[in-house]
């Protein structure tokens, strides 16, 4: 659980400066200049990444029960993640949802762990869902003082929804359909 920790405290502490000490990043970034700074938030960032899946697996391997949601919440859960791929896309193809959404990536992560929070109750899924869920609803709370950096992506266009909603839709079918299982050891819809 320690490396968990680690990487969770890592990668979401490089995520928070920009709204828990904006002032003390400014300065770093002047004192070491951009590029840098850059690498440096990259190297802590996917140092974080990594402590995290490998915290996640290896807590996984000893599950300690902090609670046992019933068995609909995982049918809810598969709900709430229809709208995360095409969220996700939607924060690079600027368009109606990306307005609609003010902060698409953002509302993606909260549902992406609220999801995950209320199918899963062991303490290393506790731990690491309710981390991302704090601190994406911070984030998103902070745009109230402070102005959102802009986000390189793909010229507005009519199009784009069309794009994020597709490719969202698909990415989400081809999670459902192995990927996550693929990737995490674990089917989302049940045992295979």
Request: aromatic share 12%; glycine share 10%; net charge positive.
């Amino acid at each position: 659980m320690a490396i968990l920790i680690i990487g969770l405290i890592l990668f979401l502490g490089v995520h928070s400066l920009p709204f828990l000490a904006p002032t003390w990043r400014e300065s770093l970034q002047v004192r070491i200049g951009e590029v840098p700074y850059k690498g440096l938030a990259s190297v802590l960032n996917l140092t974080g990444f990594l402590l995290i899946i490998w915290g996640y697996g290896l807590a996984r391997q000893e599950p300690f029960t902090v609670y046992a949601p019933p068995v609909w919440t995982a049918h809810l859960a598969l709900l709430i993640l229809v709208p995360v791929f095409p969220l996700l896309f939607a924060a690079f193809l600027p368009g109606r949802i990306q307005t609609w959404a003010k902060h698409p990536m953002l509302l993606a992560v909260i549902l992406w762990a609220l999801a995950h929070l209320i199918a899963n109750g062991n303490l290393a899924d506790v731990v690491l869902f309710g981390s991302f869920l704090a601190w994406s609803l911070a984030d998103r709370i902070s745009f109230m003082w402070r102005t959102a950096p802009p986000v390189q992506g793909a010229p507005p266009g009519k199009a784009n929804d069309w794009i994020a909603l597709g490719l969202g839709l698909l990415l989400y079918g081809a999670f459902m359909g192995g990927t996550h299982l693929w990737l995490i050891g674990v089917s989302p819809l049940g045992a295979r």
